[in-house]
């Protein structure tokens, strides 16, 4: 059982930043990525990158705003998020796939955080 913690959700006002951080495994590696689920909404594909780390893909809606990370010696993916707009709220998952690259759609993914609530006030 693969285990991915996150954490850095909240409130934030339109126009403001936060930082997402979710842990993975030691000694695992897999291709990382996050996925949001607004109140009844389909989930969302938001961003997503390799398991080397050198390539990363983005939602149309995010791009140029948000930026994904990683650091596999200290085993976490980040998600910085700035600029964020209401329609950002939502509940954001940290997701992990047992290969090299990025996928956008959530069956292709084997592991699931627990959420963390993101909430942006206009």
């Known amino acids: 059982q693969v285990r991915l913690v996150e954490s850095g959700g909240g409130l934030v006002q339109t126009g403001g930043s936060l930082r997402l951080s979710c842990e993975f495994p030691a000694r695992t590696l897999y291709a990382m990525g996050w996925f949001r689920q607004a109140p009844g909404k389909e989930y969302e594909f938001v961003a997503g990158i390799r398991r080397s780390g050198d390539r990363t893909d983005y939602a149309d809606s995010v791009k140029g705003r948000f930026t994904i990370s990683r650091d596999n010696v200290k085993n976490t993916v980040l998600l910085q998020m700035n600029s964020l707009k209401p329609e950002d709220t939502a509940v954001y998952y940290c997701?992990?796939?047992?290969?090299?690259?990025?996928?956008?759609?959530?069956?292709?993914?084997?592991?699931w955080g627990q959420g963390t609530q993101v909430t942006v006030s206009s």
């Open positions: 997701a992990a796939r047992a290969g090299m690259f990025v996928r956008t759609e959530r069956r292709d993914y084997d592991y």
